[in-house]
């Protein structure tokens, strides 16, 4: 996901917004489903769109928020098999004989 900052007064229903967890300290990715603006600070409430629960927060009107721009889809599963410690093996030993084919080619045509 590409996110870009935009002021929370820019966000709407609808947007797809990373923002830190109230109670967790911790970034989250979800669609807006409310917004409103009260006391100078504009509520969101917000729900990933494969759960059923949803997040409750607010920020002040000039704070900046995340919204996506672009996505990569499939990019995290890439990732996730990236960091499998048997894909990890793999990699490795395909490197390593990668590179020790290229080091004997370069012996042998020296000589």
């Known amino acids: 996901m590409i996110n870009r900052r935009a ?3 820019q966000i709407a229903r609808g947007d797809i917004v990373t923002f830190k967890d109230p109670q967790l300290g911790r970034n989250i990715t979800h669609r807006v489903v409310e917004r409103r603006e009260a006391g ?3 509520a969101f409430v917000t729900r990933g769109d494969a759960n059923s629960g949803v997040e409750r927060w607010s920020a002040g009107p000039q704070e900046r928020i ?3 721009v672009a996505s990569i889809p499939r990019l995290g599963f890439a990732l996730g098999l990236v960091t499998s410690p048997l894909v990890r093996l793999l990699l490795t ?3 390593a004989v ?3 084919t290229l ?3 370069w012996i042998w045509r020296v000589q």
Do not use: D, H, I, K
């Open 7 to 9: 002021p929370a007064q």
């Open 93 to 95: 030993a395909v490197c």
């Open 103 to 105: 080091a004997l080619r």
């Open 40 to 42: 100078g600070r504009v």
């Open 98 to 100: 990668g590179l020790c």
């Open 66 to 68: 995340g919204r996506l």
